[in-house]
């Protein structure tokens, strides 16, 4: 029998308690990448700010594995039909032939305007992923202290080589370091070329001095530098800094390139014939893309280390009592 409780929803003017499905939901990160959102940005002029540090890649089997994660993929663009659309991670990946590449390239070198208009619907893309901390985020506070996964391109790559070099201050730095590493800013703004808008990275910057880990206390709302002695991480607090690294809600490897399933390559074969014209997009076939399908008419394609004192160690580990 229902209680009194339930009958006052029921029949006491309770209802509008429960209507949740009409609230909008905020966007709520589910995948577990830091994502920089240009909407947010409280001075367009200015663009987007924040402050991260690289983080080494520490596997759930407790073993140290590649900084970053290397993918190569296609967003095809096809307005109508849409079920046409979708990313696709390339062969390239696997040091295998890419059928996608090859549709490209076969496109726009052709002599065929129309077939080279269409190849714009082909985008390339290649990303690296590497476990980050979020340090400063006005826009996004909700993200400050935790260890997320940070997606960028050749820009930012380029930057982490140039440090690795000793390019910008004339000492080399490994930014992935837990012991001498450096924070990172980011600096976004939105350009705009033609019809389309990127945001650019090109200002984003590695502070100059090198630094340990700043771990994040919660509780108290700050962070605090790890120890160092001798060059490298205190021993007792090197148990403390592995478990912060595996707070996080998902995993580097998530996000390596997989081969296509068979449903993904009968779709490749439909993007090809359509885009070529060689065939209307049939959503219920079982056929494979071949060679044949690519052929088209007319083809040619200094800071100085950081190290801390008998206090600052003091300080750091009493948070860990």
Request: hydrophobic share 30%; glycine share 6%; proline share 3%.
């Given at each position: ?79 109508n039909?849409?079920?046409?659309s ?102 976004v ?83 090809s014939?359509y ?12 056929n494979?893309?071949s ?31």
């Amino acid at each position: 029998m229902a209680n009194l409780n339930e009958m006052d929803d029921l029949f006491g003017g309770n209802l509008d308690s429960k209507m949740d499905f009409l609230n909008e939901k905020k966007n709520v990160n589910s995948d577990g990448i830091y994502r920089i959102d240009l909407t947010k940005a409280k001075d367009k002029k200015k663009g987007y700010k924040s402050v991260i540090r690289f983080l080494p890649n520490l596997t759930k089997e407790g073993k140290v594995g590649q900084a970053a994660i290397e993918k190569i993929a296609h967003y095809v663009d096809i307005k109508n039909p849409k079920e046409l659309s979708g990313w696709f991670d390339s062969a390239k990946n696997f040091n295998e032939k890419c059928a996608l590449t090859d549709l490209y390239y076969s496109m726009v070198n052709s002599k065929n305007a129309i077939l080279q208009e269409k190849a714009k619907c082909l985008k390339y893309t290649k990303k690296y992923y590497s476990y980050c901390l979020v340090l400063e985020d006005e826009q996004q506070p909700e993200h400050v202290g935790k260890v997320m996964i940070f997606q960028y391109g050749k820009t930012i790559k380029d930057k982490i080589a140039a440090e690795r070099n000793g390019e910008i201050t004339g000492v080399p730095c490994n930014v992935f370091d837990l012991s001498q590493g450096k924070d990172f800013v980011i600096l976004v703004k939105e350009i705009s070329t033609g019809d389309e808008s990127y945001p650019d990275y090109k200002n984003s910057m590695f502070r100059p001095e090198m630094t340990s880990l700043p771990i994040y206390f919660e509780e108290k709302g700050e962070f605090k530098n790890v120890p160092v002695v001798d060059g490298k991480v205190d021993a007792k607090a090197q148990q403390k800094v592995k478990d912060f690294l595996m707070k996080r809600d998902h995993d580097l490897e998530e996000f390596a390139p997989k081969k296509l399933t068979e449903e993904q390559q009968v779709k490749v074969n439909q993007i090809s014939g359509y885009l070529t014209g060689k065939s209307t997009p049939s959503f219920n076939t079982n056929n494979s893309p071949s060679s044949d399908d690519f052929e088209l008419e007319g083809a040619v394609s200094s800071g100085t280390a950081m190290t801390s004192t008998s206090a600052d160690e003091d300080d750091f580990f009493s948070d860990f009592d």
